[in-house]
């Protein structure tokens, strides 16, 4: 028998495409993982770059339908790099008057992320498969999003890897063009020279402002993971950034 999760792949990634952020790993899923994968995918899910693994719903001018993905006009969240989805499901639950886009490269999160909205009957999340900054580049126009998370991104620590890296200059000025006026950018970290790189990021871009001045308290409203909680068990920092588009 094939398993659902046997169709996803990764496109290959030619010499002029952007370096991914991401590295492209296959996990085995498991049964309940694989019965969310079959049963809720075609409901919630899209691929960013197959469209025979989830056709993304498009307008006539080629751009992502979000109010065909969600059957209604709201704000936009964008979740890059959703994890196991506890963080979305749970922003999502407490902020219904918003649709949150979670965008993730790996299997096992997205197939625990639609059985944790399935379970919670959550109408709010959508759940995309593969690069995210390939997404915003292509399909999502200037001024779309309300906010974008970026919660916990690889920190690629060896140097001659931080190029892989999604918080830097040409990836911020990106994705603060989607954002609406007065929208948001989250990050949060748990790897100290990250965060000092975000930081100086960041604020070099001149159209986005930093109201707390450098790193910020965590919002109420951001969960904390187990994945964070085992960091903190461990001795990490974490730290939070949140910028607001000003111009």
Request: aromatic fraction near 6%; charge should be neutral; hydrophobic fraction near 40%.
């Amino acid at each position: 028998m094939t398993l659902p999760s046997a169709a996803f792949r990764h496109s290959s990634v030619s010499a002029h495409e952007p370096v991914r952020t991401f590295h492209p790993r296959r996990s085995q899923l498991g049964p309940g993982r694989e019965d969310a994968l079959a049963r809720l995918w075609p409901l919630l899910g899209f691929s960013v770059h197959d469209s025979e693994q989830g056709p993304m719903p498009s307008t006539p001018e080629g751009l992502l339908d979000v109010p065909a993905l969600f059957g209604r006009t709201a704000p936009l969240v964008l979740e890059i790099g959703s994890g196991m989805g506890e963080t979305t499901a749970e922003m999502a639950a407490a902020d219904p008057d918003r649709d949150y886009l979670a965008v993730e490269a790996h299997l096992p999160g997205i197939a625990h992320l639609l059985g944790l909205v399935e379970t919670r009957g959550l109408r709010n999340v959508r759940v995309a498969h593969g690069d995210a900054l390939d997404l915003v580049r292509r399909r999502l126009p200037e001024q779309s999003l309300d906010a974008v998370h970026v919660f916990f991104p690889d920190p690629w620590p060896k140097a001659r890897h931080h190029k892989r890296r999604i918080i830097q200059s040409d990836h911020v000025a990106l994705l603060r063009s989607r954002l609406v006026l007065g929208g948001t950018l989250h990050c949060a970290t748990d790897w100290v020279e990250y965060a000092e790189s975000m930081l100086e990021v960041l604020d070099a871009d001149p159209g986005l402002e930093n109201s707390s001045g450098g790193f910020a308290p965590r919002p109420e409203h951001r969960p904390v993971t187990k994945f964070e909680r085992r960091g903190l068990r461990l001795g990490h920092e974490v730290r939070d950034l949140v910028v607001r588009r000003v111009r």
